[in-house]
């Protein structure tokens, strides 16, 4: 097999050698607090890396869209938690269509919501277990109060094939601690069982001990890591797995190089950034610009600057959406290529 630098680029690669390890450091944190691992898959969405994280001890996994979770049913896992509204005829007879394939959990955050699933669920003739998304701040989808939360839960309770599967919400913190605390005790004083309490993200994740309540975490970043999740504290640079490998194509200037790696192989996400990536060879340099096809790359603070011809390796911003721009990713151990690993899931948004 090849070397990492025989590579035509601009490439995407993976350590496996630094997944396995993430996958494990995390599994070992949780096992360790009695908190299950059901970790989000959309940051690989490679059913290799799934079957990885069962392997080591996760309960199941979670998927964003019914075609993420189609794929990964495909390839055998069988425990998915799909965090979604689902709405509209066709993705409802998908849904219950998977459903009689795996053991399937879902998300509502209104009745409107709970009574098309169960309405669903009847015509299928088989139950469906929902969860309830609780907003805690993030200010994206969920109920708005505890109070909320344990009516929707006897709402759900209440109708036909649906059973309550507890409540979630995405991302822990402090402000999620003190709504699960207030839902619990509400439930508690309604007789209503929560099952599950489930909390998610990467950058809290060696925190997820702190939520009160939490029974299982749902991270995803965490499996590659990336600069948003460095800069947090949750990973060092050693623990990103992904790299976008790209070659110098042109110095027009003293102080600008050109790399063969633009927005379609790094993406425009900034995430609070300045730039869009950290160049490894090169710290002192700036990916200020990307172009659909170019990178344009501020040398001028560099001691030594990469000449044309030169590799140069980045671990991006955000690695979830370097994801979905690839059809496949190479697999390394160290400098050694393994293989590639097609992104089966890619593009899945519906």
Not at 83 to 101: F, T, V
Not at 166 to 175: F, H, I, K, L
Not at 179 to 194: D, H, K, N, Q, Y
């Amino acid at each position: 097999m090849p070397r990492v630098e025989e590579l035509d680029t601009p490439v995407v690669t993976i350590d496996l050698n630094v997944v396995e390890d993430n996958i494990a450091r995390l599994q070992n944190y949780l096992d360790g607090h009695g908190i299950k691992n059901r970790p989000h898959i959309k940051t690989h969405k490679i059913p290799a890396i799934a079957h990885l994280q069962v392997a080591a001890g996760a309960v199941g996994i979670t998927c964003q869209k019914i075609g993420e979770a189609e794929v990964m049913a495909d390839a055998g896992i069988r425990d998915i938690l799909l965090p979604y509204n689902i709405l509209g005829p066709a993705k409802l007879e998908r849904l219950m269509a998977l459903a009689r394939r795996v053991k399937l959990s879902v998300t509502a955050d209104s009745e409107m919501v709970a009574r098309g699933l169960s309405a669903a669920a009847r015509r299928a003739g088989q139950d469906l277990t929902v969860l309830v998304e609780c907003d805690t701040g993030f200010n994206r989808v969920g109920v708005q109060s505890p109070e909320a939360a344990r009516d929707l839960a006897r709402q759900i309770a209440g109708l036909p094939r649906l059973r309550f599967g507890g409540v979630m919400t995405y991302p822990n913190s402090e402000a999620a601690g003190k709504f699960f605390s207030r839902c619990l005790e509400l439930f508690r004083e309604a007789g209503i069982p929560v099952p599950e309490v489930s909390g998610g993200g990467t950058p809290v994740m060696w925190q997820a001990h702190t939520v009160p309540g939490l029974t299982e975490h749902r991270a995803g970043t965490y499996v590659y890591n990336d600069r948003a999740i460095v800069r947090s504290g949750a990973a060092t640079w050693e623990q990103c797995a992904m790299r976008i490998w790209a070659t110098v194509v042109s110095r027009p200037t003293p102080g600008r190089a050109i790399l063969d790696a633009g927005s379609k192989s790094l993406t425009s996400d900034l995430l609070g950034f300045e730039d869009y990536g950290h160049v490894v060879e090169y710290p002192k340099a700036r990916l200020h610009a990307l172009s659909e096809e170019h990178g344009h790359l501020d040398v001028s603070e560099c001691e030594k600057r990469p000449e044309v011809g030169e590799q140069v390796s980045i671990v991006p911003n955000h690695t979830c959406v370097v994801s979905n721009l690839c059809d496949t990713l190479v697999v390394v151990r160290g400098d050694r290529v393994e293989g590639e690993w097609p992104v089966a899931a890619r593009g899945k948004v519906r």
